[in-house]
């Protein structure tokens, strides 16, 4: 791809961030990112599980060469703007995340989160200290490369089973907004007060909220609380990877019932 086609992705990316809610759905490779386009979406954000589980691995399992070549790949498939899920950086020391982040940048990815869970169960969550320097370290990576790519800051602090979460990813959301993170995120928030504890607490930027369930809310009812985007996760590639389990099953009993609910080989001829 010409990088030159990328300043256009990369500012439309930051314009839809300034009003409104709009939905952000998680592609795990190119044939599902260009379904997505074709069904009228405006951005996409990378999966890291539903990317792992597409390689037969687990989640976090994936090494930084693989995860940048699937970025490539994912802003190749389609014209939209891409978020890239970029996990820890997929490194600890600081220097070596800013090169981390500067590769991403180049695959031509229009934002990407850097996260603060550390893998290790023994400390789950990187101290508020490091978290905070790593955040810098990667924002500075971007304003290095001179490109206008937006820095996601994460707060881990549900999906590790912190001891107080919410009050936790307040304080660490704060302080990745005053690090740099044009955009804020706490996956794992269900309750109307948790988020809109966490839209206030970062106000005027912008907030993402992870639904990867069947919610009893709307898009409509995540934006009347400032929501500004929404992500499903590893959400859709759980949904494919739910029916071929279940067709699957029904094979291995002798049933082809399975099939029942798959969408037809013109209508994915048509979509592609």
């Given amino acids: 791809m010409n990088p030159a086609d990328f300043a256009p992705r990369r500012a ?8 409104g809610c709009f939905m952000l759905p998680n592609p795990w490779d190119p044939g599902s ?47 939209l703007p891409v978020n890239a899920d970029f996990e820890d950086g ?16 180049d695959t031509g990815v229009a934002g990407l989160s850097i996260e603060d869970a550390t893998g290790d169960a023994a400390q789950p969550l990187y101290g508020l ?15 290095a ?10 707060a ?25 993170a044009d955009c804020l995120y706490a996956p794992g928030l269900r309750t109307r007060e948790q988020i809109e504890a966490v839209v206030r607490a970062v106000a005027p930027k912008p907030v993402n909220v992870l639904v990867g369930y069947a919610a009893p809310f709307t898009q409509a009812d995540l934006a009347q609380l400032g929501v500004r985007r929404i992500s499903v996760g590893g959400a ?23 099939f029942a609910g798959n969408a037809t080989h013109a209508e994915l001829n048509g979509l592609f």
């Fill in 156 to 180: 881990e602090c549900f999906l590790v089973g912190h001891p107080d979460p919410l009050d936790e990813s307040l304080k660490r959301l704060k302080a990745y907004a005053e690090a740099g």
């Fill in 145 to 154: 490369s001179g490109q206008d790519v937006m820095l996601v800051g994460r």
């Fill in 90 to 105: 997929h490194a600890r020391d600081l220097k070596e995340l800013a090169d981390n982040v500067r590769r991403c940048v």
């Fill in 129 to 143: 200290d490091e978290a905070v320097a790593r955040m810098r370290a990667a924002r500075a990576a971007i304003d």
């Fill in 33 to 79: 990112a260009r379904a997505l386009q074709q069904l009228g979406f405006k951005a996409l954000a990378t999966t890291s599980s539903g990317f792992a589980w597409s390689r037969a691995h687990a989640d976090n399992a994936m090494d930084v060469d693989a995860v940048l070549a699937h970025c490539r790949a994912i802003v190749a498939a389609t014209d």
């Fill in 12 to 19: 439309a990316f930051r314009k839809l961030h300034e009003s």
């Fill in 236 to 258: 859709l590639a759980g949904a494919a990877w739910g029916g071929f389990l279940r067709a699957a099953r029904g094979l291995a009993e002798g049933r082809f019932d399975g």
